[in-house]
């Protein structure tokens, strides 16, 4: 069973620019949810997707947002990018709560410049 | 605010010596723990989880936690760390009120061999 995948690994962008990034959740799963994860800060929720809707987002501003679609792959989007958006990107996959038990993806390690 | 709180940054112990990582948490309801591994290079992965039941859990590789309701604690233990246990050790915390989990900011396990 393929795990989580999460495209591109690296990214390097620069200030004012937006991004994407891409999860592909484990095969049935329908939940995915998003963290940003900085050195000694652990592990920061934005947003949890489930069958295409958002249930719950964490404290970040609006320039974070997301989307799940009917595959149940979630893209998240942070638009003009701010030096302190540099963090590794990590998505999580649960079959219905993330909650429960959660899946992660190896992430997507973002520089902003 | 609900917090997760992980009371060591980073510890180092030399092999064969016992591990205690503390983790307490700050909301009173009904609570999902677990304590996830993140070893150099790899991705998040689940050392285990209470959900219910014997407060007193086992996970892989040798590790257990004991949750303490009245303390709001459940701690990591291991009575004998090797090389391999190096890693960053994270608590967390699901309320089953909603659809996210809080993080702690992490230990960093360093075994000396």
């Known amino acids: 069973k393929a795990g989580v995948t999460q495209t591109p690994r690296y990214l390097i962008k620069t200030r004012g620019q937006q991004v994407t990034l891409s999860c592909s959740p484990i095969s049935g799963h329908r939940s995915v949810s998003w963290y940003q994860q900085t050195p000694g800060q652990g592990l920061q929720f934005l947003f949890e997707?489930?069958?295409?809707?958002?249930?719950n987002k964490g404290n970040f501003p609006g320039r974070f947002s997301g989307r799940q679609f009917s595959n149940s792959r979630s893209e998240m989007n942070v638009s003009t990018l701010e030096l302190g958006d540099s963090a590794l990107y990590l998505c999580?996959?649960?079959?219905?709560?993330?909650?429960?038990?959660?899946?992660f993806g190896q992430g997507t390690r973002l520089t902003v410049v | 605010a609900q917090s997760v709180s992980q009371h060591n940054h980073h510890v180092i112990l030399s092999e064969a010596a016992s591990l205690e990582l503390g983790c307490n948490y700050s909301?009173?309801?009904?609570?999902?723990l677990f304590w996830y591994v993140q070893y150099p290079g790899q991705h998040l992965q689940l050392l285990l989880k209470y959900f219910s039941g014997d407060p007193l859990v086992k996970g892989i590789k040798g590790f257990e936690a004991e949750f303490i309701k009245s303390k709001f604690s459940f701690n990591l233990r291991k009575p004998s760390v090797q090389w391999s246990d190096t890693a960053e050790y994270f608590c967390a915390v699901g309320r089953r009120s909603n659809y996210q989990l809080i993080w702690g900011a992490g230990t960093k396990l360093i075994i000396k061999p």
């Open positions: 999580a996959s649960s079959p219905d709560r993330v909650d429960t038990e959660a899946f």
């Open positions: 909301y009173g309801g009904t609570v999902n």
């Open positions: 997707y489930f069958s295409e809707t958002q249930r």
